[in-house]
């Protein structure tokens, strides 16, 4: 059965909850269900991940959150930077319900089911972020941060969050493969935001 949270579309019943999180300083409602990641809380991660990502460099132009969920990342940072965003996920219910939240929460953002990159709404991007799906497997992120590069502005970033015993050292080392850089931006509790700048 397709029960993962990155399923295409999780066969697991319904059991819908609204709550309440404080990111970039703004209260966001969040409705949330099963079969999608983290579905009781903003993981803390994401709220890791947040709370480092810099957006004073980048050019201008649309960020890109890979593997959204229901929207804490895309719908935080569109708040909390200014810019546009675009959210994707593989996982149908999680599109659906980050759709939602954009509206619940006032914040207009570009929110569509994609395996991957497979379906973009533009041809570049000022910055991709990812919180990316570890139990998909290696392959999956690696995809994630080695497909990112065409994608990017010059001067634009894919910053990532990962733990270092999910396999930080491996996704660093792929990112200075593939950028020439990757710096650990932040360490919180075993997590490390990477970031590496197109250039």
């Not at 619940?104 to 991709?128: F, K, M, P, V, W």
């Amino acid at each position: 059965m397709a029960n993962h949270y990155y399923s295409e579309n999780p066969e697991t019943a319904h059991d819908l909850h609204q709550w309440s999180f404080e990111l970039a300083g703004k209260t966001f409602q969040f409705m949330t269900d099963s079969g999608v990641f983290s579905r009781d809380t903003v993981d803390y991660g994401s709220r890791v991940l947040i709370e480092h990502f810099d957006a004073a460099n980048i050019p201008e132009g649309t960020l890109l959150d890979v593997g959204c969920g229901y929207g804490p990342i895309g719908l935080a940072l569109a708040y909390q930077t200014g810019h546009p965003v675009e959210m994707i996920d593989v996982n149908n219910r999680a599109v659906e319900l980050a759709q939602g939240n954009a509206k619940r929460n006032g914040i207009s953002a570009d929110i569509h089911q994609s395996n991957i990159y497979e379906t973009l709404h533009q041809a570049e991007y000022a910055a991709i972020i990812s919180n990316p799906p570890i139990r998909a497997g290696k392959k999956v992120v690696h995809q994630i941060l080695s497909d990112a590069a065409p994608l990017l502005k010059v001067g634009g970033t894919l910053t990532i969050v990962i733990q270092k015993k999910q396999g930080a050292p491996s996704a660093k080392s792929k990112m200075e493969e593939v950028f020439g850089n990757a710096e650990i931006v932040a360490k919180d509790k075993g997590y490390y935001i990477i970031r590496s700048e197109k250039e």
